[in-house]
């Protein structure tokens, strides 16, 4: 079974630093792009960084030089180093995942999803 967790949300001040993680795990042979998203109350989920199994990255115009995609592909790990954090930052963020995976002898690729991590950002 494929499975992206997350870690490293909570309550920060305004200001302030967190970063998150998502590591996959499963019978995977391959992570192709994989993404940070997120969605405050009330709104719809937005895109707020991506990054190719290259490395090459883009984000959101409202995060562009705060917040940091990175990956470490020999552990399947997803990173967002958050810095300078804004109450307008505040959501639950999701990451995504394109993964090659093994089901059986079979190989597969899909799309996953995380279960989110909250951060919250106030005095």
């Known amino acids: 079974q494929v499975q992206l967790v997350e870690s490293g949300g909570g309550l920060v001040q305004p200001g302030g630093s967190l970063r998150l993680s998502c590591t996959a795990s499963?019978?995977?042979?391959?992570?192709?792009?994989m993404g940070w998203y997120r969605q405050a109350p009330g709104k719809q989920r937005e895109l707020v960084a991506v990054?190719?199994?290259?490395?090459?990255?883009n984000s959101a115009d409202f995060v562009k030089g705060r917040f940091t995609i990175s990956r470490d592909n020999t552990k399947n790990t997803l990173y967002l180093q958050m810095n300078s954090l804004k109450p307008e930052d505040t959501a639950v963020y999701y990451c995504?995942?394109?993964?090659?995976?093994?089901?059986?002898?079979?190989?597969?690729?899909?799309?996953?999803w995380g279960q989110g991590t909250q951060v919250t950002v106030s005095s």
């Open positions: 995504n995942a394109d993964l090659g995976y093994y089901s059986g002898s079979t190989s597969r690729r899909g799309d996953y």
């Open positions: 499963g019978r995977i042979f391959s992570t192709y792009a």
């Open positions: 990054i190719t199994s290259g490395g090459s990255t």
